[in-house]
């Protein structure tokens, strides 16, 4: 079994910031943090941002300039840095993973229980 672990959702007025964490680990072979999507009610879910395997970070348009992705390699820890939030930043933030099953061989996905993050306006 592979567990998604996120942490640092939180209530914060529009303007503030917070910082989302993410590790991944369990049973499977190559096991890589790829990064963040987002779900606000009645929307679809969407990606925030990701980190390729040489460290280049791609966003969604909204959130260029104040969002930025990183990792720690060893902690094996991915971030992401939110400034400047705003209310339409509001949604469940959910950390995904991918990794090669022990039995299959195959690459399978991961994601985490998610962490809910509100601005208020």
């Known amino acids: 079994q592979v567990q998604v672990v996120e942490s640092g959702g939180g209530l914060v007025k529009a303007g503030g910031s917070l910082t989302l964490s993410c590790v991944a680990s369990?049973?499977?072979?190559?096991?890589?943090?790829v990064g963040w999507y987002r779900q606000a009610p009645g929307k679809q879910r969407e990606l925030v941002a990701k980190?390729?395997?040489?460290?280049?970070?791609t966003y969604v348009d909204s959130v260029k300039g104040r969002f930025t992705i990183s990792r720690d390699n060893a902690k094996n820890t991915v971030y992401l840095q939110m400034n400047s939030l705003k209310p339409e930043d509001t949604a469940v933030y959910y950390c995904?993973?991918?990794?090669?099953?022990?039995?299959?061989?195959?690459?399978?996905?991961?994601w985490g229980q998610g962490t809910q993050v509100t601005v208020s306006s």
């Open positions: 995904n993973a991918n990794g090669v099953d022990i039995m299959t061989t195959r690459l399978a996905d991961y």
């Open positions: 369990g049973r499977a072979f190559h096991i890589n943090v």
């Open positions: 980190i390729s395997s040489s460290g280049s970070p």
